[in-house]
């Protein structure tokens, strides 16, 4: 290894990793202060991205949210990180949602005079009890770590079976795919599934008409969940999102949403004592999750929990308002 490339991170104020073949060669004083587990010479931690390709993205460890470029060398790959901004509701987000509520409102002003019962009604109370359950969400006390043991890979299988059908109706195409009938692993099923409908719900609308493909498989002592779509390269605005950076390209347009659901979708990830990682290149974002597979609670009941409907309100249809067409509400109920 250079002695210039060790004295070049020793001397950088940013936070560097240098990573060859999954070994930690060298780190700078910043990135050992983030993640004080590097080590030079051990593999690299599983939380931080490991490619060969140039782009950049987001990575999670524990419950800090970073974002990185990476550049390929001769002596590895080079990555350089910085902490993203909090995950909780910023002052744009709030404002985005309210703005959105009013629309919403405005909308249900307009649907007086037809039946209350009508598909547009119902797609629309559906759209402002998603947002309302997002904001509810995240401006709640840290919960307590789960502790049930579930089995994540029917939770998957399941949760698609559902939602698929609905989203052909609206032009996208949902598929799962995983060479294991069963992994087990410790977590909440309600947080879980609500995190996988949230990533399909933030994927469709990127999409519009495609296809969306989910894929969960174990590697080593963790399982790995990877979501990718058809949809192209993200905007400047979709980009910062990602990233969670603040700027006014953050601030939600005319029929977009209010920027929460990926919010939601880190704090269930580091409430499982996950990794969550965005890349990109020059097509769409993967997202890839990553998740422990334990330890289990022996005394636990593993159980594939059910999309089942809350106080009569489908959890499926809260999930997905935003993107399904108006004519799946036709007969959701609203007791």
């Known amino acids: 290894m250079s002695e210039a490339i ?7 104020s ?16 910043m990135a050992l202060h983030y993640l004080p587990q590097l080590q030079a010479g051990h593999l690299a931690p599983d939380c931080l991205p490991q490619s060969a390709l140039s782009g950049g993205g987001l990575f999670s460890a524990g419950t800090s949210t970073y974002s990185y470029t990476n550049t390929p060398l001769e002596q590895g790959q080079l990555l350089i990180f910085r902490p993203a901004p909090q995950t909780a509701v910023t002052d744009v987000q709030l404002d985005g949602a309210m703005r959105q509520f009013r629309q919403f409102m405005g909308e249900l002003l307009v649907e007086t005079d037809a039946e209350a019962t009508s598909a547009p009604f119902r797609k629309t109370f559906y759209r402002m009890l998603r947002l309302l359950r997002n904001l509810e969400y995240l401006h709640q006390e840290d919960a307590a770590l789960p502790t049930g043991t579930l089995d994540v890979a029917g939770l998957c299988r399941q949760t698609v079976a559902e939602a698929a059908p609905l989203l052909l109706q609206g032009g996208i195409e949902l598929d799962y ?6 992994l087990l692993i410790p977590g909440d099923g309600d947080l879980l599934r609500y995190m996988v409908l949230e990533l399909v719900a933030n994927s469709a609308r990127a999409v519009g008409r ?26 400047r605005r979709q980009l910062a999102s990602l990233l969670q950076q603040d700027s006014d390209q953050n601030i939600p347009a005319a029929g977009a949403g209010a920027g929460l659901g990926l919010s939601v979708v880190r704090r269930v990830v ?7 990682l965005v890349e990109w290149g020059e097509g769409a974002p993967v997202t ?26 489908s959890p499926l249809l809260t999930a997905l308002a935003d993107v399904l067409p108006a004519a799946v509400f036709e007969l959701a109920e609203l007791d």
């Open 6 to 12: 060790f004295s070049l991170l020793d001397r950088l």
């Open 210 to 235: 495609g296809q969306i493909h989910l894929h969960l498989k174990a590697q080593g002592g963790r399982v790995l969940l990877t979501l990718s779509d058809s949809a192209g390269a993200p905007s």
């Open 288 to 313: 890839l999750i990553s998740l422990p597979a334990g330890p289990l609670n022996p005394r636990a009941t593993v159980s594939t929990p059910a999309v089942q409907r809350d106080g009569g309100l």
């Open 270 to 276: 580091a409430l499982h004592r996950g990794t969550m």
């Open 14 to 29: 940013e936070a560097a990793v240098l990573i060859h073949e999954g070994v930690v060669s060298a780190f700078s004083p």
């Open 177 to 182: 795919t995983c060479t294991d009938a069963s």
